[in-house]
Nanobody, 121 residues
Framework: QVQLVESGGGLVQAGGSLRLSCAAS????????MGWYRQAPGKQRELVAIISWSGGSTYYADYVKGRFTISRDNAKDTVYLQMNSLKPEDTAVYYCAAGRGGTYPQGYKYWGQGTQVTVSS
């Protein structure tokens, strides 16, 4: 089993920044990649960014490319999502996920509890 604990959400004005953290523990050797997803009210969960467990490869959804950065601290087994130039449409619950990888939620066996990000206009 892998446990994921997220932190860092909150309320920010449009144009502002937030950094989300996701600390992994447990059987982390089973993790191949970690991702951030988000889900806004009434919408499907959508991919935000992915990073390989080694940290060498990253992937971004087009709607966050150039504004968000995913990174990993190997020593802390923690993945970060730095979010800059936030827009009201970025408002959602953000989930950290870990597992095999890929761009579909089915590729991730473990999920965090979610953290709310609200961007005011």
């Amino acid at each position: 089993q892998v446990q994921l604990v997220e932190s860092g959400g909150g309320l920010v004005q449009a144009g502002g920044s937030l950094r989300l953290s996701c600390a992994a523990s447990g059987n982390i050797f089973s993790i191949n990649a970690m991702g951030w997803y988000r889900q806004a009210p009434g919408k499907q969960r959508e991919l935000v960014a992915i990073i390989s467990w080694s940290g060498g490869s990253t992937y971004y959804a087009d709607y966050v490319k150039g504004r968000f950065t995913i990174s990993r601290d190997n020593a802390k087994d923690t993945v970060y999502l730095q979010m800059n130039s936030l827009k009201p449409e970025d408002t959602a619950v953000y989930y950290c996920a870990a597992g095999r990888g890929g761009t579909y939620p089915q590729g991730y066996k473990y999920w965090g509890q979610g953290t709310q990000v609200t961007v005011s206009s």
